[in-house]
């Protein structure tokens, strides 16, 4: 039993490599219609705030459960423990902080939050499952040069992410739902730098885990990520005459 589910976990790994090239493709040919990009009178849409706590929710949600409901023993050994932690401290500033400090959000579809929350419910289960339950690190893992790089990469990312965040969410006044071009930060050299922020943290999640999970969902963070990332740059130049040309993609210098 052990050794199929463990199967299965690598099995679901791989697939969301696939789901993340896939969608990055198909988001590239056919556009992906979400905040700014709404077309006006879609029905079924949810407030900014209800669909950021719905979508992120499970990836908090379902490593609790696993963690309290299931017998998980790897949980004993501190590389699991940081590890797991990495990941559940994320979404517990996305799904229970971060949607309610949005000002002005555009909503969202419903089928979107809907493909949003199972994902995160599969991801969810997924890495939480893996380190719980079948990851075997030596006690000394935390100090292996992967880790320590992976961690701190993971926090850089982070703490990027949300200073990034911030900076988006202050170019609104209260009650306004316009948008203007971001400065300060890596927002001098990327048009997306909370992207970049959010890829590096998970590549620094998946250097850290070592693993085929943590890498597999690094890569589909990259792939959507990426794509959205082109989507913005490309309406920055679009919509605003005066637009820093200089500015790249989402990864600094490079892309």
């Known amino acids: 039993m052990e050794l199929a589910e463990r199967f299965l976990l690598d099995a679901l790994a791989y697939l969301e490599c696939a789901l993340g090239v896939l969608l990055s493709v198909r988001f590239n040919t056919v556009g992906f219609p979400y905040g700014r990009y709404t077309l006006p009178g879609s029905a079924w849409q949810l407030k900014a705030t209800t669909a950021w706590v719905v979508q992120e929710l499970p990836s ?34 996305r799904s229970l902080i971060f949607p309610f400090l949005i000002q002005g959000g555009k909503p969202t579809a419903w089928h979107l939050c809907a493909m949003a929350f199972m994902f995160c419910t599969y991801n969810g289960y997924l890495q939480s499952r893996y380190l719980s339950h079948y990851a075997v690190y030596a006690d000394d893992w935390v100090t292996d040069p992967r880790f320590l790089a992976g961690f701190v990469l993971w926090l850089t990312g982070m703490l990027i992410n949300i200073h990034s965040d911030g900076i988006l969410r202050n170019l609104r006044q209260p009650g306004q739902t316009g948008y203007g071009i971001p400065r300060g930060g890596l927002f001098e050299y990327v048009s997306t730098a909370n992207y970049f922020g959010e890829v590096l943290e998970w590549c620094g999640y998946g250097l850290a885990s070592w693993s085929v999970q943590g890498a597999a969902f690094a890569m ?25 040309k200089f500015r790249k993609i989402m990864i600094p210098f490079l892309f």
């Open 60 to 93: 908090l949600v379902v490593p609790l459960f696993v963690c309290v409901a299931t017998a998980a023993e790897r949980l004993r050994r501190w590389p699991n423990c940081v590890l797991l932690a990495m990941f559940v401290v994320h979404y517990i500033h």
């Open 220 to 244: 589909f963070s990259f792939c959507i990520l990426a794509c959205r990332a082109r989507h913005h740059h490309r309406w920055y130049l679009e919509k605003f005459e005066d637009y820093p």
